[in-house]
Structures are given as C-alpha cells and as structure tokens.
C-alpha cells in the first residue's frame, strides 16, 4: 500500500465517517469541513490527482462525480451545490490521493478563493 493518508482512510487503518462505499469508491466527512456538507469522494485505488489521471481513470472520475449527485440528492442540496478536484499545490491540494471534494448546504460565492 503506498503511504497515503487516503489509502489508509479506505483500508480503515485510518479511522473516518463514511457516507458512501462501492466496489471502486469510499466517500467520507472531510474532517475540516467548509459547509454544512463537506465530503470527499475517493476512487479505491491510489491515483496521485487529476494531473496524474490517465485514460483509464475516464471512470472513476465519472463514477466519483456520480456518487456526489447521489449524496446530494440524499440530502437534499440540490438547489446548489460543488464538486472540485484542488490540483497542485497552488490550489490547495494537500492530500495526493485523487479526491473530490462535494461542497454544499450554504450559498456557495463564485469565482471561488
Ligand atoms: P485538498 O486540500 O484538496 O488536498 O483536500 C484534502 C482534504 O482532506 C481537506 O479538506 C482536509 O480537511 C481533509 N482531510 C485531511 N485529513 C483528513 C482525515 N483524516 N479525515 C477526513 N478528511 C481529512
Ligand atoms: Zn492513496
């Protein structure tokens, strides 16, 4: 297993609240969360970010993505809600284990920080 802290979450070596799990994806509270709904979306196997994404993750971005709407569905944000992937350093990223975050429950501003 690489040493990685999201590895760690989804071996539950690492101990987390989960919201969703599947075959290919965990989905689990961010622990420092910025709204009323803060979880981040996970593909099982270890991908570093999007930049490092290949085609044959075309998938689980999809599937990830997917699983967001279905959480947002369940908790009713749809009036309003977001997905992001932070890549790089200058974004935020600080966790190199490929994650998306879901963002929502509150008036989200644009263009974001
Ligand atoms: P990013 O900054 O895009 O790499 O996002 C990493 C996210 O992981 C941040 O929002 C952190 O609050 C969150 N995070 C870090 N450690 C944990 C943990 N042990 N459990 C849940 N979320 C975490
Ligand atoms: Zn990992």
Sequence with gaps: MPDCLFCRIIAGKVPS?????????????????????HVLVVPKRHVPGLNEATAQDA???????LVAAKIGRERNIVDGYRTVFN???RSGQSVFHLHLHLVGGRDLAWPPG
Excluded: M, Q
């Design 17 to 37: 609240k989960k919201v969703y799990e599947d075959e290919y994806v965990y989905a689990f509270e961010d622990i420092r969360p910025t709204a009323p709904t």
């Design 59 to 65: 998938e689980i971005i999809g599937r990830c993505n």
């Design 87 to 89: 890549v790089g350093p």
